[in-house]
């Protein structure tokens, strides 16, 4: 493979009129840019957040204490008849909890069948009604996407205005990134039948998001 | 991938003749159009982001080799391999190397790189078994035909068909019924598929963005179909070309904020997935292998020649959904790959000229594509050029070129050129006078095979400029 690579290089850098690697960018190219490419928001950012997201099929319930979490999910999964058996993740935001003794709770990652999970975030994105999920040990990809109805925990203080702050965030929280950071933005959907729009092409039919107002 | 860009002409009037895809075509025409306008229209920052996306993009070009190799470096610190593969044939390669001797089992999320690269052919032709995951993909899989649009590959099926295809198809799984709705037809496609999903062995997926500062792939879908294939199988391959490359998280953000507005007019799509290496060691879930293979297959030659702005294309598919010819003829009649004009650019330069002769005609130059096209592609003037190759190297036929000559001929002599146009234009002004139009031509059967020739007024426009002035 290494001829292939050396090919390639080969030829960019003959298009490009060097014959080796040159010098590195300038770090003054960004500035050059110079343009604020940062969308401004018609509102507040908890607010756009939940209106973006309400926008594409999105659900959110806002509470203003964690102690009114559980009432919350048990209103939730009574509204849509999902059940008591849950998949969660162990992030911070539900370490704590306290669940009903006569829920199932299953840790660990989403199993085939499995009807509902509850996650935390990373973060929320004004912007767009984006949630940030990262993958981690207590924070497995597959719970975001193998259940029917995937409910995220999420803090009015983790919403940031635009993309760009999440990747600062990101570079102070950790150096590299985790294996997965998952953008959502609603349900899953497809238009792939005749242009209609249709939820839970592959991913959850339901996308809610219950934000902690502290 | 089977070609057939050179019988352009044929395919577009079978296209033109076929019933059922003209009502597959009516359905989609200006969904997309309208729902792009919307969005565009909602953010008054998009011309300011356009500029943006444009200079970021052509400094990572003018730097491709640096970013590649940081790529690559992130790549393997993160604990993923980097395989480089200059043409379809190497890519290949590189992925059936990856896969091994044993029969694996194959999910595919949607990614043109691999039809570029004819990659399912390849892996079913020494056993392996591919899935495809997006739904639309899926749909043509089944269908055995190609995509006819970047983005919603099985446009030009309808409902009707795909029942007929999952009635077939299905059946096998224990799917007894027609379904008709579009509901049913998703809720069955999620059914059989999610079987599918949990018993693979390998995840193939394109990847929309490679990040050099993290080392990351990027995928940007709707279904949630790229996900499930990449996280649940033991090994998840990438397959990308090396223009996708951008320096930082931020570029992707400017770059993203343009992709699905100008796709399918969403502000953001649903999923877009950050994928850095395999999974870390105390993960419970995601791969254990990730591999990126990086193909060129041409595009390092096109780096500062006449279709070097090409790759600076996002593969949005705002340029089709705004062609008029694409519009009419749908995407299998451009008989290769891409389709519409980012497809009548690439194809010719990358399959040969020679090759797909008819795609730079297949054009009427109103100039809508470059409109919308959300990083400033001049695609109609790329076209314009490849049809001065056109004439240069003889590709074109003996009559075109011949009446091209005598017309240049003319052109460059004022005087010849307002006699016979005078002439011209009074004696079919004056044969034309009673219908106002005619049917038919001596010598121009081409033209009035499919529209009339409106009959001129009996003065050229000199004469009249003349009269009035």
């Known amino acids: 493979m290494s001829t292939a690579r050396e090919a390639i290089f080969r030829r960019i850098r003959q298009s490009l009129g060097r014959t080796d690697r040159g010098a590195p960018p300038p770090s003054s190219w960004r500035a050059a840019l110079e343009s604020d490419v940062r969308p401004r928001l018609d509102r507040e950012p908890v607010d756009n957040f939940v209106h973006k997201l309400e926008s594409v099929s999105g659900t959110v319930q806002r509470i203003d204490s964690s102690s009114s979490l559980i009432d919350a999910l048990a209103e939730h999964l009574d509204r849509h008849r999902l059940g008591t058996r849950l998949s969660a993740a162990e992030y911070p935001v539900l370490a704590g909890i306290e669940w009903p003794a006569e829920w199932e709770i299953h840790t660990g990652p989403a199993r085939g069948d499995d009807r509902v999970s509850v996650t935390g975030a990373f973060a929320g994105v004004a912007e767009t009604g984006t949630v940030v999920i990262l993958s981690s040990p207590e924070s497995p990809t597959t719970l975001n996407f193998l259940p029917d109805d995937h409910i995220v925990v999420l803090r009015s203080e983790q919403i940031v205005a635009h993309l760009e702050d999440v990747w600062q965030r990101l570079r102070e929280h950790t150096p590299g990134l985790p294996r997965t950071v998952n953008l959502i933005t609603g349900p899953s959907r497809t238009a792939d039948v005749e242009q209609t729009i249709q939820l839970g092409a592959h991913g959850p039919r339901r996308f809610h998001v219950i934000l902690i107002e502290a | ?469």
């Open chain 2, 1 to 469: 991938m089977q070609r057939s860009a050179s019988a352009f002409k044929q395919q577009a009037e079978l296209a033109l003749r076929d019933e059922v895809l003209q009502r597959a075509l009516a359905k989609a025409k200006g969904g997309f159009v309208d729902k792009r306008r919307l969005a565009v229209a909602n953010l008054p920052e998009f011309e300011t982001i356009r500029t943006a996306a444009k200079s970021l993009k052509e400094h990572t070009l003018a730097h491709l080799d640096f970013y590649l190799e940081q790529f690559e470096q992130r790549v393997v610190a993160s604990g993923g391999q980097v395989h480089w593969a200059g043409n379809a044939q190497e890519a290949c390669s590189a992925v059936l190397e990856i896969l091994g001797d044993q029969p694996r089992q194959v999910l595919k999320g949607k990614s043109m790189v691999s039809e570029e690269i004819s990659l399912n052919a390849a892996l079913e032709a020494v056993g392996h078994t591919i899935v495809e995951t997006d739904l639309g993909e899926y749909i043509i899989q089944l269908a055995k035909e190609r995509p006819s649009h970047i983005i919603a590959p099985a446009v030009h099926k309808t409902r009707d068909q795909i029942t007929d295809l999952f009635h077939a198809e299905h059946v096998k799984y224990g799917y007894t019924e027609r379904v008709t709705e579009v509901k049913a037809i998703v809720d069955e496609a999620r059914a059989v598929l999610r079987e599918k999903f949990l018993n693979a062995d390998v995840g193939i997926t394109g990847a929309n963005f490679l990040i050099a500062e993290t080392g990351s792939t990027v995928i940007v879908t709707n279904e949630g179909n790229g996900d499930l294939s990449q996280i649940l199988p033991r090994v998840h391959i990438v397959t990308a070309s090396i223009e996708k490359v951008v320096p930082t998280l931020d570029d992707m953000a400017t770059l993203l904020r343009l992709l699905a507005r100008s796709a399918t007019g969403q502000e953001m799509t649903s999923y877009n997935t950050i994928s850095t290496g395999p999974r870390r060691e105390s993960d419970r879930d995601g791969p254990q292998e990730f591999h990126v293979v990086i193909v060129d297959n041409g595009r390092s030659e096109m780096l500062g020649n006449e279709f070097h702005d090409m790759l600076r294309c996002i593969r949005c598919g705002a340029c089709m959904n705004h062609c008029p010819v694409y519009s009419a003829i749908g995407g299998h009649a451009y008989g290769w790959v891409y389709p519409g004009p980012m497809g009548s650019v690439l194809t010719p330069v990358m399959i040969g000229l020679e090759n797909a002769r008819d795609l730079p005609t297949a054009c009427t130059l109103n100039g809508r594509c470059a409109e919308v096209c959300p990083m400033s592609i001049p695609l109609p003037d790329m076209l314009r050029e490849l049809r001065v190759k056109e004439h240069e190297r003889k590709l074109t036929g003996a009559r075109t070129r011949i009446a091209l000559q005598a017309w240049a001929f003319a052109a460059r002599r004022p005087m010849l050129y307002q006699t016979i146009t005078r002439w011209f234009t009074a004696v079919l002004g004056r044969f034309g006078a009673r219908n106002g139009r005619f049917r038919s031509l001596p010598f121009a059967s081409g033209w009035t095979q499919a529209r009339d020739l409106p009959a001129p007024q009996g003065a050229t426009f000199q004469q009249q400029w003349r009269r009035h002035r």
